[in-house]
C-alpha cells in the first residue's frame, strides 16, 4: 500500500530512489470517481517501472480545471483511496493546473498519460525529457471517463 507524502518531500525521497537504482514512473490527474479504466492505466505504469508516484490535482485545480461542480470526491479522499491501490507507491496533492513543478521535484524515468493525450500538446513534455526522462501514452478503456459517469449520472446522456 501506498504512501500519501507533501511536495516538500518529493525531491529527498526521488533522489533516495534513485541512489538505490530505482526506475521511477510518475502520472498525474484528477481521478474524482476512481474507475476501472483509471485502474488499468495505474497497473499499466507501475509496470514500466520500480515505483510508481502519482500527482494529484487538488481540489482548488480540479475546479479549474473541470468547473464548479468538481471534484465530487474531495482531494485528501481521492488521495487516500488512490494510496491504498496496489499499484500507486506515492500520492502527492498539487495545486497548480499542470504537473510541471511536480515533475521537476521528482524527474521520472518515465511520465504516462492516456492515449487522449499526444505527448507534442502535453506542457510535461518538454520537462520531462529536459532531465533525460520520456513521456509514455497508454490506451485507454473505451467508454470509461469520470466526464461520462458525471453526465450519466445527471441525465445528460
Known amino acids: 500500500m501506498g504512501s500519501i507524502i507533501a511536495r516538500s518531500e518529493l525531491e529527498e525521497l526521488a533522489r533516495k530512489l534513485k541512489s538505490e537504482g530505482k526506475r521511477i514512473v510518475t502520472t498525474n490527474g484528477c481521478f474524482d470517481l476512481l474507475h476501472v479504466g483509471h485502474v488499468r492505466i495505474l497497473k499499466a505504469a507501475r509496470e514500466l517501472g520500480d515505483v510508481l508516484i502519482l500527482g494529484l490535482n487538488s481540489d482548488a485545480s480540479v475546479r479549474k480545471l473541470k468547473g464548479p461542480s468538481r471534484p465530487i470526491t474531495v482531494e485528501n479522499d481521492r488521495a487516500e483511496i488512490l494510496s491504498s491501490l496496489w499499484a500507486v507507491d506515492y500520492v502527492t496533492i498539487f495545486p497548480e493546473d499542470t504537473p510541471d513543478e511536480f ?7 518515465i511520465h504516462v498519460k492516456g492515449a487522449d493525450y499526444k505527448p507534442e500538446h502535453l506542457s510535461e513534455t518538454p520537462i520531462v525529457e529536459s532531465f533525460g526522462g520520456e513521456v509514455r501514452i497508454l490506451a485507454l478503456v473505451p467508454g470509461r471517463s469520470t466526464t461520462q459517469i458525471v453526465e450519466r449520472l445527471s441525465g445528460d446522456q
Do not use: A, F, G, I
Open 103 to 109: 515533475l521537476k521535484h521528482v524527474k521520472p524515468d
